[in-house]
């Protein structure tokens, strides 16, 4: 079992719709989780953390955690062409110093 | 604020030489991670440093070293290369790793050894 899934995609999406992106992970005691967003050619960015459970919001962008069960989900409201990239989960594992990225999901935001 | 830096931004080897990668974090940050990038394995963690010492190591033989100076800055070095270390190096910077580890990555170093 990898110890951060996510789907790998391609999840298209047209343009004003909501993306949702999931990540499933092992660690049961993880407690830092981020999304990172990578365009093609470039290295990833952040978008998001999150280490409560419940949601957070920022913007079009929302992050949702559950740690009872291992599930990390980005949503994203009024989706943008802009928005195409691969969208990574990383959660950071019990020891605290290493930070493990699912494969990413690849979004498609079609005009 | 500067971002993070990488040098150089490619590298063409071959198998059996050995590669430094150096890195320089955003002013302020202390930990530096470095991962691997491949099509295939997608990011995969190599070390994380701070305060030059090596806090984490991953699942990578010995050939993949690494340190960090005085001033935060990092190297990685790999040595023996083989035609699957060619991927996309990453080095990203965080003010104190740990569980807050908001992380920035720099541009990366794509290395293609042949």
């Known amino acids: 079992q990898k110890e951060v899934e996510q789907n790998s995609g391609p999840l298209s999406v047209p343009e004003g719709a909501i993306a949702s992106l999931n990540c499933t992970y092992s660690?049961?005691?993880?407690?830092?989780f981020f999304w990172y967003r990578q365009y093609s050619g470039k290295s990833p960015e952040l978008i998001m953390s999150i280490y409560s459970n419940g949601d957070k919001e920022d913007g079009r962008f929302t992050a949702q955690l559950n740690k009872a069960s291992q599930y990390v989900s980005l949503l994203i409201r009024d989706s943008q062409p802009s928005d195409s990239a691969t969208y990574l989960c990383?959660?950071?594992?019990?020891?605290?110093?290493?930070?493990?990225f699912g494969a990413g999901t690849r979004l498609f935001v079609k005009a | 604020k500067a971002g993070v830096t990488q040098t150089p931004r490619y590298l063409i080897k071959t198998r059996g030489q050995q590669v430094t990668l150096s890195c320089s974090p955003i002013?302020?940050?202390?930990?530096v991670s470095w991962y691997q990038q491949t099509p295939g394995q997608g990011l995969q963690f190599l070390f994380e440093y701070f305060s030059e010492t090596q806090r984490n190591k991953g699942n990578f033989p010995g050939r993949f070293s690494g340190r960090q100076f005085s001033n935060s800055r990092s190297e990685m070095n790999v040595s023996t290369l083989e035609l699957g270390d060619s991927a996309l190096y990453l080095c990203?910077?965080?003010?104190?790793?740990?569980?807050?580890?908001?992380?920035?990555f720099g541009p990366g170093t794509r290395l293609t050894v042949l």
């Open positions: 990203a910077s965080s003010v104190t790793g740990g569980s807050n580890n908001e992380q920035f």
């Open positions: 002013s302020g940050h202390r930990s």
């Open positions: 990383a959660v950071v594992d019990t020891g605290g110093f290493k930070t493990i």
């Open positions: 660690d049961r005691g993880s407690q830092s």
